[in-house]
Protein backbone atom coordinates (compact mmCIF):
# COMPACT_ATOMS: atom_id res chain seq x y z
CA UNK A 1 0.00 0.00 0.00
CA UNK A 2 1.23 3.59 -0.98
CA UNK A 3 1.39 6.88 1.15
CA UNK A 4 -0.86 7.99 -1.33
CA UNK A 5 -3.23 5.20 -0.39
CA UNK A 6 -3.34 5.61 2.53
CA UNK A 7 -4.09 8.93 2.99
CA UNK A 8 -6.48 7.99 0.69
CA UNK A 9 -8.21 5.42 3.07
CA UNK A 10 -8.17 7.57 5.94
CA UNK A 11 -9.69 10.37 3.78
CA UNK A 12 -12.70 7.87 3.16
CA UNK A 13 -12.43 7.08 7.01
CA UNK A 14 -13.38 10.93 7.79
CA UNK A 15 -15.62 11.11 5.38
CA UNK A 16 -17.69 7.85 6.51
CA UNK A 17 -17.88 9.66 9.69
CA UNK A 18 -19.55 12.14 8.58
CA UNK A 19 -22.09 10.34 6.79
CA UNK A 20 -20.82 10.53 3.52
CA UNK A 21 -20.60 7.73 1.51
CA UNK A 22 -20.44 8.54 -2.06
CA UNK A 23 -16.52 8.86 -2.29
CA UNK A 24 -15.12 6.50 -4.58
CA UNK A 25 -12.71 3.81 -3.40
CA UNK A 26 -8.80 4.30 -4.37
CA UNK A 27 -9.60 1.79 -7.33
CA UNK A 28 -12.13 4.06 -9.00
CA UNK A 29 -10.34 7.36 -9.12
CA UNK A 30 -8.15 8.02 -12.04
CA UNK A 31 -4.56 7.47 -12.23
CA UNK A 32 -3.77 11.27 -11.79
CA UNK A 33 -5.94 11.45 -8.97
CA UNK A 34 -4.03 8.63 -7.29
CA UNK A 35 -0.66 10.22 -8.43
CA UNK A 36 -1.78 13.96 -6.57
CA UNK A 37 -2.83 11.90 -3.55
CA UNK A 38 0.74 10.36 -3.37
CA UNK A 39 2.19 12.75 -3.99
CA UNK A 40 0.63 15.20 -1.33
CA UNK A 41 1.11 12.11 1.04
CA UNK A 42 4.77 12.29 0.50
CA UNK A 43 5.32 16.14 0.76
CA UNK A 44 3.64 15.73 4.26
CA UNK A 45 6.30 12.72 5.28
CA UNK A 46 8.60 14.71 4.25
CA UNK A 47 7.74 17.89 6.17
CA UNK A 48 6.83 15.38 9.38
CA UNK A 49 10.47 14.01 9.08
CA UNK A 50 12.55 17.56 8.34
CA UNK A 51 10.66 19.45 11.31
CA UNK A 52 11.13 16.44 13.48
CA UNK A 53 14.88 15.47 13.07
CA UNK A 54 17.14 14.59 16.34
CA UNK A 55 20.30 16.77 16.03
CA UNK A 56 23.38 14.79 15.46
CA UNK A 57 25.15 13.62 18.78
CA UNK A 58 28.36 13.46 17.12
CA UNK A 59 28.64 17.07 15.53
CA UNK A 60 30.40 19.58 17.83
CA UNK A 61 32.40 22.42 18.05
CA UNK A 62 36.12 22.79 18.86
CA UNK A 63 35.27 24.43 22.11
CA UNK A 64 33.39 21.83 23.35
CA UNK A 65 36.22 19.70 23.00
CA UNK A 66 38.05 22.24 25.38
CA UNK A 67 38.67 21.35 29.48
CA UNK A 68 36.91 23.77 31.28
Not at 2 to 26: C, D, Q, V
Not at 32 to 38: G, K, M, N, T
Not at 44 to 67: C, G, N, R, Y
Amino acid sequence: MSFGSTAYESYLRIHAEMGKSNIPNWEDIPHIRRVAWEAAAQAVAKAVLESTQIPDLFEHDDEDLQDT
